[in-house]
């Protein structure tokens, strides 16, 4: 079973960039396809990204398309999400997750990953 830690959230001006980090521990974390989400305050959580277990295919939201640029270290056991040109929008609690079952694919569904970490702030003003 992995556990999921997330970190590099903070408050940033629009225009910034950040790098989130997602260390996981456990066995077998290369098998997994791994995604971010992110969640704002009275809304769903929302797919952000995602990048398969060999991290040759990775998949964007469109609201992050051309900004965001998700990687893995599968040596470190860790994933990545670069955000750049930030916008007030993106504001909100960043997650990441892994994808199950090990070895499938992306999917926007939030409810075929598992297990989450417990997410960081990343806002975002103006």
């Known amino acids: 079973q992995l556990q999921l830690a997330e970190s590099g959230g903070g408050l940033v001006q629009a225009g910034a960039s950040l790098r989130l980090s997602c260390a996981a521990s456990?066995?077998?974390?290369?098998?997994?396809?791994m995604g971010w989400f992110r969640q704002a305050p009275g809304k769903e959580r929302e797919f952000v990204a995602a990048?398969?277990?060999?991290?040759?295919?990775?998949t964007y939201a469109d609201s992050v398309k051309g900004r965001f640029t998700i990687s893995r270290d599968n040596a470190k056991n860790t994933v990545y999400l670069q955000m750049n040109s930030l916008k007030p929008e993106d504001t909100a609690v960043y997650y990441c997750?892994?994808?199950?079952?090990?070895?499938?694919?992306?999917?926007?569904?939030?409810?075929?990953?598992?297990?989450w970490g417990q997410g960081t702030q990343v806002t975002v003003t103006s």
């Open positions: 456990g066995r077998a974390f290369g098998s997994y396809t």
């Open positions: 997750a892994a994808k199950m079952p090990p070895l499938s694919g992306y999917s926007v569904n939030v409810n075929e990953y598992k297990p």
């Open positions: 990048i398969r277990w060999s991290a040759a295919i990775k």
